[in-house]
């Protein structure tokens, strides 16, 4: 399951780790990171998280490549009208109205 590892230490304790992160309970499980994200409720949360690291997991077991951080802005990068959009109908539900401009450089 961890043969895409390097280091044979890396292939031994990844089955540890990871039960270790899906079980209950304990310092590096799901629930301390449900608990920080619980806008909609506890259980609700953890089964959000939960359900991430369940398609990070398969993402990389399946393609057999190293876990790879695409970073906090990466869905921003991909598709940059995509908050403009969200944020013009946000305001419309409000009866506001919003221009976008361009910053002008000095």
């Known amino acids: 399951m961890f043969e ?26 799901v629930e301390p990171m449900a608990a920080r994200s619980a806008r909609r409720g506890g259980k609700r949360a953890m089964v959000a998280v939960m359900h991430k690291l369940a398609i990070a997991i398969w993402y990389v077991l399946h393609d057999r490549v190293l876990y790879r951080e695409l970073g906090a802005d990466y869905f921003t990068k991909r598709d940059p009208a995509r908050p403009m959009r969200r944020m013009t109908k946000e305001a419309d539900s409000l009866g506001l109205v919003i221009r976008f401009e361009p910053i002008p450089t000095a």
């Open 4 to 29: 895409p590892f390097g280091r044979a230490d890396q292939r031994r304790w990844g089955a540890v780790y990871l039960r270790g992160l899906l079980l209950s309970g304990g310092r590096k499980s």
